[in-house]
């Protein structure tokens, strides 16, 4: 049962959760997967971190008793306990651990390519992590597993056929091009090999995403022929320079997973070091991911997640999460749940982005809604919560999902992961925000904001006394 966002816990107790995924779903959660940070900020101060943004939803109000509190309800009611870190927390202002675009634009959202940036993120999750072994050690379930959220680690731009993924800050560049020297500059130029397989539609971006890693550059020419995307090559849309770019953009998706595995793999090595001489047992580590065959925004291609075992240096990992029915999408080798929501976090996770945008001062005045009226911000929630509990699917979904693990069964799949959100909660939670006003008014202050110099210097410190040798 992923309860997505605490400011749920503030209109429902655990118990009253638990009793609504029942009704939903008909069976019983055998866990509770818990957030350990907010989209505006951190849930429980982070002692390696002093000075970092508190959330406005981490401070026990109504309902909600705290992180840890909430931890030991879930526990009673028998949910072994699941933690997720979203690492974007564009709350931190700090251009230099920004996504970056091609042409060098920055977007307010870490990237996790960055060192220091896994630093930073690994210490807020390791703290979740130790919080929760507490909780454990006096109650009868486990810390089961940490999960990361990568359905928007690489969010996309694109303006006038112009495609920008993410991210090319220095630190990216470096990871790719020590893969495949020369490659990047093969997308500082338009048309791209992105403009084979991504495509500027007026409102967002048409994709495709059924790139397998046995694929034949020829079956991509011939995807992006049949979609129509071949065109933006005009005239030179013949086989040659065709070929050409599919080349290159095969070898981009490549590097893409693996530098986006190697930092996933930093922050869960440096977030769980130790936890399983604690706890007797290591929690598994999970991926959250939308389920397409490459995951434009996550960065990452299923196929070539799902390996026996560790694949070199890296460890696989121990399950993944996506949503069941975007693609035929089944592991071989390691062990999978279905998100029963449509593009797994991707909705919801947008939902509660715009929610701290519209209750968090400085996210109110610098983002897209600055300008919008109370009114125009609330009724961007309820449509945005529209689309999110739209995409929600139902317990008759249930049936259509492959087998469960067993002996004997070819599936890896362990269950499935449900959302007691409705729209009864969402209408609560809308109405009882409390909105900021727009840029037209007077802003409030800045000063709770740790600046670049003193972020950087904290992680810095972290990483001495670490005594481990840097990698970025
Ligand atoms: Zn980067």
Request: glycine fraction near 8%; hydrophobic fraction near 35%; include cysteine.
């Amino acid at each position: 049962m992923d309860i997505p966002h605490p400011v749920i816990l503030r209109h429902r107790t655990a118990q009253e959760l638990h009793d609504e995924f029942v009704r939903i779903w008909g069976v019983k959660p055998t866990s509770v997967v818990m957030p350990v940070v907010a989209p505006d900020g951190l849930l429980f101060p982070c002692d390696q971190l002093p000075g970092i943004k508190m959330s406005e939803y981490g401070r026990p109000v109504e309902l909600y008793k705290g992180f840890s509190e909430s931890l030991e309800d879930f526990a009673r009611l028998g949910c072994g306990i699941h933690l997720v870190l979203d690492p974007t927390m564009s709350f931190i202002r700090s251009d230099a651990m920004h996504i970056t675009d091609i042409v060098g634009e920055s977007a307010a959202q870490l990237c996790i390519g960055n060192g220091r940036v896994r630093d930073l993120v690994a210490a807020v999750l390791g703290t979740g992590v130790d919080i929760a072994c507490d909780v454990v050690k006096s109650a009868k379930v486990k810390l089961e597993g940490v999960a990361i959220d990568a359905v928007d680690l690489w969010p996309m731009g694109a303006k006038d056929e112009r495609i920008t993924p993410t991210c090319f800050c220095d630190s990216c560049i470096k990871g790719l091009e020590l893969m495949h020297p020369g490659l990047t500059t093969k997308f500082k130029d338009f048309p791209n090999p992105w403009n084979l397989v991504l495509k500027d539609s007026g409102t967002g971006i048409s994709f495709i995403s059924n790139i397998r890693p046995s694929m034949l550059v020829s079956e991509v020419v011939g995807l992006s022929r049949q979609r129509g995307f071949h065109v933006a090559f005009g005239q030179n849309a013949g086989d040659p320079v065709l070929t050409g770019h599919a080349t290159n953009l095969l070898l981009y998706i490549e590097a893409k997973h693996e530098h986006t595995v190697r930092s996933l793999d930093d922050i869960f090595d440096q977030a769980l070091q130790d936890v399983d001489k604690i706890l007797g047992y290591r929690p598994k580590r999970i991926i959250i991911m939308e389920g397409t065959n490459y995951g434009w925004t996550s960065g990452l291609q299923l196929g070539r997640l799902d390996r026996p075992e560790r694949h070199g240096e890296i460890r696989t990992p121990d399950e993944v999460w996506f949503d069941p029915t975007s693609s035929e999408t089944i592991t071989e080798h390691i062990d999978f749940r279905s998100y029963m929501w449509g593009r797994a976090r991707y909705y919801i996770d947008a939902f509660f982005s715009l929610v701290a945008q519209s209750t968090d001062p400085r996210l109110r005045s610098t983002t897209g809604i600055a300008y919008l009226s109370e009114d125009d911000v609330r009724q961007s929630l309820y449509d945005r919560f529209s689309m999110a509990i739209g995409s929600a699917y139902d317990s008759t979904s249930l049936i259509s999902l492959p087998d469960l693990k067993s002996e004997g069964a070819k599936s890896r799949r362990l269950g499935f992961v449900g959302v007691p959100l409705t729209r009864k909660i969402g209408d609560e939670l809308i109405r009882s925000l409390n909105i900021q006003p727009g840029k037209n008014r007077k802003l409030t202050s800045r000063t709770e904001f740790p600046d670049l110099l003193e972020i950087i210097k904290q992680v810095q410190q972290m990483k001495r006394s670490r005594a481990e040798p840097g990698d970025d």
